[in-house]
């Protein structure tokens, strides 16, 4: 239980009480988290991607929570931790969009939502499992959880916030005008100015941003070449087979990671069996394994269960694609970690090339298979991220557990729910974009991930093995990499950043545009540049509180202020 805040304002509840964990769940679920939940549909819809709803969540939450004191950092963290599980939820929506496109038969409502229910739970466990790994041991950047970590911190302490409200609040600024400005001013449009982008830069830094340009330059002035041997069409963007090769050397390099993790775990672990039992780890961070393995295995077993007795599809893929979620879950969390780029997408569409290797044809069934590695990863990289802020604030994990478990409840409805809604006010939607040529496709609905959906389930039946190629080359080159750091052990930044890249920043560029790329490295570069030169910071300011990640925080708090805004007002006006 938290400590109870001296500084309560008395028409608060008290913390601990029920009506204070009622409050901050009913804040998360029924307000922020639909308000998220609506920006990530419409994001998702007209883009293909969405802006994760933590930093939007823990800025509004705070305000609920300011009345504790610092104390409040908690309790709006957990209102973050449910209203983002909400909002990765509703986005999910575009696999109903992808029904429509294929003509595929729907389910009943309350059949989607039990499957989406059961394969979140599922999700939200393995991202649990891997923590210890992702947050504990690697200790990753999550940018978006540093960003959390460092709103709630400084809008909940007075202290604090009078030493970062000009870096946060100036940052927000700049986030809600340019998110506003991007779909009004030509200019911006046309260099893809993404200001939560920008601000991932300045949290993550050079060392990161730098690798991620390059990633992205290499997969542009090799885009010739892959359409020589046949692997991209004349036209065809270059991530359009980089995203495998960068999924593959993600692969390649955690490989050697959590090798050398285990290798080096082993002889302790050895020791420990016959020793006396380890110090129990802090209360804020401790997590009953055994019941977690129970909990993955029992909505492991109810994910099987609904996909086949009440969806009928075939058991062996929904169990393959089951197990890939144990892949996956590690690989993009690491990707979030490394450069807040979830690439759900592209899990989903190596799961139907694996699925194709043995035996899949049907697209429908690669379709619902599918949406296990798409919901699963999603919400499984929420929690790392959510995690991450945890372990920055010493926020108990098992009550952030809970809440997040809320937020799925809720969100698995709004999921459907919003499918529906935003397929009936925008026709658009409706209309299989594969099928057009490139000048009949809507500019302002590109619907980007349902379009890659629809492109890999159509390509079943004709099989493509260089895409196998593809992500083989991608597990050699991340191997390799990650191998000769681990016996160079670069400390200078031209070997870590330029000359022997992180392989996880790297493949940052091949999931993106290279405008994309481009914008995040040039975020790094400045923070960097910035910090090299800013005066020493006071002993009392927490360690990763720096200036420029303030200021990177508020630039994604306020392009996420842009997107919602946006989003209700386009659904109002197609509604109304």
């Not at 929570?65 to 409040?72: N, V």
């Not at 699963?376 to 926020?395: F, K, N, P």
């Amino acid at each position: 239980m938290l400590r109870t805040s001296e500084k309560r304002w008395r028409w608060l509840p008290a913390e601990g009480s029920w009506a204070y964990y009622a409050l901050l769940a009913a804040t998360g679920m029924l307000v922020l988290g639909p308000l998220a939940g609506v920006t990530a549909a419409y994001m998702n819809f007209s883009l293909g991607f969405f802006v994760g709803g933590q930093v939007l969540a823990g800025l509004l939450g705070s305000a609920v929570t300011a009345g504790y004191g610092a104390q409040g950092k908690h309790g709006a963290n957990y209102i973050q931790t449910a209203a983002a599980s909400v909002a990765s939820m509703s986005g999910m929506g575009v696999l109903v969009q992808a029904m429509v496109w294929m003509d595929l038969p729907q389910p009943p409502a309350w059949q989607l939502v039990a499957y989406f229910i059961c394969i979140g739970m599922f999700g939200v466990g393995v991202g649990m499992l891997y923590t210890p790994i992702l947050v504990d041991r690697l200790r990753l950047a999550f940018p978006s959880g540093l960003a959390v970590a460092n709103i709630l911190r400084a809008l909940t302490d007075t202290a604090l916030l009078k030493r970062s409200v000009k870096q946060l609040g100036g940052g927000a600024a700049a986030g809600l005008l340019t998110g506003l400005a991007a779909t009004r001013v030509a200019f911006i449009g046309s260099i893809e100015l993404s200001a939560s982008t920008f601000g991932a830069g300045m949290v993550v830094g050079a060392r990161i941003g730098i690798p991620a340009v390059i990633g992205g330059l290499i997969g542009w002035v090799t885009q010739p070449f892959f359409v020589s041997i046949g692997w991209l069409e004349p036209g065809d963007p270059f991530r359009k087979i980089m995203f495998l090769i960068a999924l593959g050397t993600i692969m390649g390099a955690a490989a050697v990671d959590l090798g050398l993790i285990f290798w080096r775990a082993w002889p302790g672990a050895r020791r420990r069996l016959a020793q006396d039992p380890p110090p129990e780890a802090d209360d804020w961070r401790r997590v009953h394994r055994g019941r977690l393995w129970l909990w993955v295995l029992a909505w492991g077993a109810a994910t099987l269960a609904t996909g086949h007795l009440l969806l009928r599809q075939p058991l062996l893929f929904l169990a393959l694609a089951t197990a890939l979620v144990f892949l996956f879950a590690l690989v993009n969390g690491i990707s979030v970690g490394v450069s807040d780029s979830n690439p759900i997408s592209s899990a989903f569409v190596v799961s139907v090339v694996v699925m194709a290797m043995v035996g899949l044809a049907d697209p429908g069934v690669g379709l619902m298979a599918g949406a296990i590695l798409l919901v699963s990863t999603s919400v499984a990289c929420d929690m790392q991220q959510d995690r991450s802020t945890g372990w920055r604030l010493g926020t108990p994990r098992v009550l952030q557990f809970r809440y997040q478990v809320l937020g799925i409840l809720v969100g698995a409805v709004l999921a459907v729910v919003f499918a529906r809604v935003f397929l009936a006010a925008y026709p658009v939607l409706l209309l299989d974009q594969t099928a057009m040529k490139a000048g009949q496709q809507p500019a302002e609905w590109s619907s980007a991930m349902t379009y890659k959906f629809v492109g890999v389930l159509r390509s079943l039946t004709d099989d493509k093995p260089y895409q196998r190629t593809a992500i083989l080359v991608g597990v050699a080159i991340g191997f390799a990499i990650e191998l000769a750091r681990k016996w160079v052990r670069p400390r200078r930044f031209i070997v870590d950043a330029v000359l022997l890249p992180s392989p996880y920043a790297l493949s940052f560029g091949g999931f993106v545009n290279l405008p994309t790329s481009l914008w995040l490295g040039a975020g790094g570069v400045v923070a960097s540049l910035i910090e090299a030169r800013a005066p020493k910071r006071r002993d009392d300011v927490p360690e990763d509180m720096s200036g420029t990640s303030l200021f990177g925080g508020g630039l994604i708090a306020g392009d996420a202020l842009a997107a919602l805004g946006i989003g209700i007002t386009g659904l109002l006006a197609a509604v109304l």
